[in-house]
Each structure stands twice: as structure tokens, then as C-alpha cells.
T-cell receptor
């Protein structure tokens, strides 16, 4: 696609419910990142994919968080048993490999998650 | 591990003032360095980048020079406008894991 697409753009969920957030990266971008941006906070790294594998999951805050990527394209971030502290904007980014080097990351508009 | 440290905001300036937002980094090898900008209500977008020492990235009147000796990539603009009000993020892309690491962001508010 023309840019990184995330859905839904907004999600309000009840505490304890599971949510799935979707990211559709730019076509051909093999690297995909998930970040979280809480109100007034910076960007918190969650997970990084290279193709379908995730060499770095160090940022996932708890075992309630998981992510997968299939076909080297679309990625889904799943949050189980949501808590109020999960409320944030979840950002996805993708980047291209050129001559075995990653280029800059392009971001989607984010999914604003509100847990009530 | 890799890290990026930015000056804390918010930074409030009058229109046409000179802007500096400091950024220093810690990384192994020779990272690429970036400044991203997030305008109110919008997503992050790349402002400028530099891929090797002494490179200067520039865009929209903003500049930043990759200083390996001081591990810095300070953002500057000679004359800010109200439309520059946004949050600015310094970031690095390192080899190895090749993960993008961001600073915490600096909010800039320009008043007329």
C-alpha cells in the first residue's frame, strides 16, 4: 500500500476483554515495529519483526501481550485481559532493507486504545 | 544497549527565535541517526536523517549534524514558526538487531 495502515483507528474496550490491533505495512517492507505511546510519554518499544520472525520481543510489557506476523506482511498485536494501564496509542512502523541495511521507519497513524 | 537521550520539554519559544533541541546517543558500531516530528493529531513522520559521521541532515529549515566525537545529533532551526509546534523525537538505527531506538520526545511550542 501507499503507507502503513493500522486498524482500528480507535478502540474502546472493557477491562478484562481481549483486543486485536492490526498493522498493514508498506508493501515490500520486511521490517515491522510496534511501539506504544502513552499520554505525555515518549515512544515505548514493544516488538520488532524481520520477516515473520521476531528477533526482539524485549519490549512486551507482560505475557498478556503477543504479536504475530504472517506472510511477511500484516501483523497483529493482541492484548489479553486488558487493563486500564494498557490505554495508549499503539503505533506500527515498517522499513525497507536496502543493500542489507535497514532504512528509516515509516509510521502508521496509530490505534488509540482506551480501556474502561 | 542502545539509547537516546533528549532534552526534556516542553520548550516554549517566540516566533522567529533560534531553536536547539539536544540529542545524545549510545550505540555500538555506526548507527544512522534521525529526527522525527509529530504534529498535533498526526502520526510520526521523518524530518531528517544522517547516516555517517559529519553528515548534516536538513529539511524545512531544520538541520542536525552527526557528531561522532560527542555522540550527538542536535536539532537546530534559525527562525521557528508557529507551525513548527510539535513533538520532536531523536532516534537511531543500529546494526546488529537493526532496531530503531527513540528518545522520549521534546515538545516544542512556538507562540506568536
Amino acid at each position: 500500500g501507499a503507507g502503513v495502515s493500522q486498524s482500528p483507528s480507535n478502540k474502546v474496550t472493557e477491562k478484562g476483554k481481549d483486543v486485536e490491533l492490526r498493522c498493514d505495512p508498506i508493501s515490500g517492507h520486511t521490517a515491522l515495529y510496534w511501539y506504544r505511546q502513552s499520554l505525555g510519554q515518549g515512544l515505548e518499544f514493544l516488538i520488532y519483526f524481520q520477516g515473520n520472525s521476531a528477533p526482539d520481543k524485549s519490549g512486551l510489557p507482560s505475557d498478556r501481550f503477543s504479536a504475530e506476523r504472517t506472510g511477511g506482511s500484516v501483523s497483529t498485536l493482541t492484548i489479553q485481559r486488558t487493563q486500564q494501564e494498557d490505554s495508549a496509542v499503539y503505533l506500527c512502523a515498517s522499513s525497507l532493507i536496502v543493500a542489507r541495511e535497514l532504512t528509516e521507519a515509516f509510521f502508521g497513524q496509530g490505534t488509540r486504545l482506551t480501556v474502561v | 544497549g542502545d539509547s537516546v537521550t533528549q532534552m526534556e520539554g516542553p520548550v516554549t519559544l517566540s516566533e522567529e527565535a533560534f531553536l536547539t533541541i539536544n540529542c545524545t546517543y549510545t550505540a555500538t558500531g555506526y548507527p544512522s541517526l534521525f529526527w522525527y516530528v509529530q504534529y498535533p493529531g498526526e502520526g510520526l513522520q521523518l524530518l531528517l536523517k544522517a547516516t555517517k559521521a559529519d553528515d548534516k541532515g536538513s529539511n524545512k529549515g531544520f538541520e542536525a549534524t552527526y557528531r561522532k566525537e560527542t555522540t550527538s545529533f542536535h536539532l537546530e532551526k534559525g527562525s521557528v514558526q508557529v507551525s513548527d509546534s510539535a513533538v520532536y523525537f531523536c532516534a537511531l538505527l543500529s546494526g546488529g538487531y537493526q532496531k530503531v531506538t527513540f528518545g522520549t520526545g521534546t515538545k516544542l511550542q512556538v507562540i506568536p
